[in-house]
């Protein structure tokens, strides 16, 4: 089973860092099949014109929805011919957006479940909105964010929301383990890690890493989850759990 990507953009060039590592072998593996789409080619004037002034006024362009929908059109004739039961396949749309529903692990690996998602890489100060409506009776959409500040344009979301998919897909990671072990799969943050010398700049390697008794060091490494998680993400802990930890009643 293969991935099909379909990335809308002003700025085709800023995805050219999907051809390299893991994304890249995982494309010539042939595990994603990833198209690029200028969104130019589908403005017609001489311009190629995507955006214009906002209606009310105000700061900054919005993008026009003609040349949106001919780009979305163009993906989804993509899709394979309806089959048996009549079901054209569609694509999931994500559309980045600082106004979007928090991207996070769970909804990456609801996105690696699906055969097919599409990507609208807005710029300015957005999309037309009869787009979302234009693309939603036409398709599944998301609106996702990947944090609360502001990019310049979805692209580099686009990078981080692929890259976060399709390391989840089966083959494109050798280490399936390394994938269970990971911060934001089971609601903690990760334990710290540390190799060779046992001591380096005057600092020693915890003594319990070094001992080999393996249920003292799955205590330790635990107890180091819920300490850095409720330090760095307390948001994360149900809220009597995020204090104990902070003022040490977990210490015993
Ligand atoms: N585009 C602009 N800002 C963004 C953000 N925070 N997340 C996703 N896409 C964006």
């Not at 072998?25 to 955006?51: M, N, Q, S, Y």
């Not at 599944?140 to 990947?146: A, G, I, T, Y």
Request: hydrophobic share 40%; charged share 25%; glycine share 10%.
């Amino acid at each position: 089973r293969s991935l099909r990507l379909d990335v809308v953009s002003i700025f085709p060039e800023y995805l050219a860092p999907l051809d390299l590592s893991l994304i890249g072998k995982a494309r010539r593996d042939g595990l994603i099949d990833l198209h690029v789409h200028d969104l130019r080619d589908f403005a017609h004037d001489r311009h190629r014109t995507v955006d214009d002034s906002p209606y009310g006024g105000g700061a900054g362009m919005v993008m026009k929805p003609g040349p949106w929908s001919e780009a979305l059109g163009h993906v989804l004739a993509q899709g394979s011919p309806p089959a048996e039961d009549h079901q054209p396949r569609v694509p999931t749309l994500i559309i980045p957006g600082p106004g979007g529903e928090p991207f996070t692990q769970q909804i990456a690996r609801e996105l690696s479940e699906e055969p097919w998602l599409a990507f609208a890489c807005g710029r300015y100060e957005g999309i037309d909105e009869r787009v979302y409506e234009w693309a939603g009776e036409r398709m599944p959409v998301r609106v996702l964010s990947l944090g609360d500040y502001v990019l310049n344009g979805g692209e580099v979301a686009v990078l981080a929301m692929v890259e976060a998919v399709a390391r989840l897909l089966p083959g494109v990671i050798g280490n399936v383990e390394s994938l269970v072990e990971e911060s934001h799969e089971d609601g903690l943050l990760e334990y710290p890690v540390y190799t060779k010398p046992a001591e380096w700049d005057g600092r020693a390697v915890p003594d319990v890493l070094l001992g080999g008794n393996h249920r003292a060091i799955a205590a330790w490494r635990r107890e180091q989850r819920i300490q850095r998680t409720a330090q760095r993400r307390p948001d994360l802990l149900p809220p009597t759990a995020a204090t104990s930890a902070l003022s040490g009643l977990e210490e015993r």
